[in-house]
């Protein structure tokens, strides 16, 4: 330190410890480097449980892709898309932690932060979607294993909409009710089961029933995935509520289209 510099120190500050020094100024080794990467990793993979789910969701795309025998290029491409997944994520955590570290109070500007790179995560989320069907659809294997799956009967005597939207009332029915019981959500928000997704999953149902198309179900699916994303995104619903929401959905849209002989109505 210079002496102009020790005449501008503040005389009641005390001087910087030899320990506080060399941690300023030591250099890092790239061993300690990549554990200080790690712990950030880790820290993300513990506290956050949307990465939980990217990994999950990872991990069964990775065990299909191999049982699929998917190329070497097609591989290649669900790891930068599932990557680029994660490495959003783990931007969008710092983002808001340092945005709690500046703002002690509610402020639109922090909430147009946290919002714009929750937006990222959701663009990473959506182009990774897109690289998964352009990879899976067009796969052999995966043709093959769905012609083998039974194709289930078509509705025949109630109108395939007027099933749908005794459906959609049956589930608003069964959402208010656990509303008014649990005393949890509003009108529109919360619950203990989301009724997003409920709706998604039975629109998904009753479309792989009615058209017995895979590829136009697998779409409809990713849409559904999507809404249910947007829910955890956003912290109204926790996963097994999203679970919950797509057993309803699911049960709901069986129940009327499969239930007894394809109809529920003689």
């Known amino acids: 330190m210079s002496e102009a510099q020790r005449k501008q120190r503040d005389p009641g500050e005390e001087p910087a410890s030899r320990h506080e020094l060399q941690w300023r100024y030591e250099r890092k080794s790239v061993m300690r480097s990549f554990r200080y990467a790690w712990d950030g990793v880790l820290f993300v993979f513990t506290s956050q449980r949307h990465m939980r789910v990217h990994a999950g969701i990872i991990a069964l795309v990775l065990v299909g892709a191999w049982g699929l025998g998917v190329s070497e290029l097609e591989l290649l491409s669900l790891l930068v898309a599932m990557s680029l997944v994660l490495i959003t994520e783990m931007i969008n955590t710092a983002v808001e932690m340092t945005v709690d570290l500046v703002v002690d109070s509610y ?25 998964a069907g352009v990879v899976f659809f067009p796969n052999d294997r995966l043709r093959q294993a769905l012609r083998m799956i039974p194709y289930p009967p078509r509705p025949h005597r109630t109108g395939a909409m007027v099933l749908l939207v005794i459906g959609i009332i049956g589930i608003g029915l069964i959402i208010g009710y656990l509303k008014y019981k649990t005393r949890r959500g509003a009108f529109w928000r919360g619950g203990v089961i989301s009724g997003h997704t409920a709706l998604g999953m039975l629109v998904t149902t009753s479309i792989a ?58």
């Open 107 to 131: 402020n639109p500007a922090a909430k147009t932060i946290k919002d714009i790179a929750a937006g990222a995560v959701l663009v990473a989320s959506v182009y990774a979607l897109i690289v």
């Open 209 to 266: 029933i009615l058209t017995r198309d895979w590829a136009v179900t697998l779409l409809a699916l990713s849409l559904a995935l999507l809404v249910s994303q947007s829910r955890l995104q956003a912290r109204i619903h926790s996963p097994l509520e999203i679970i919950l929401g797509a057993l309803l959905g699911t049960a709901v849209g069986i129940l009327l289209f499969l239930w007894p002989s394809g109809y529920l109505i003689p």
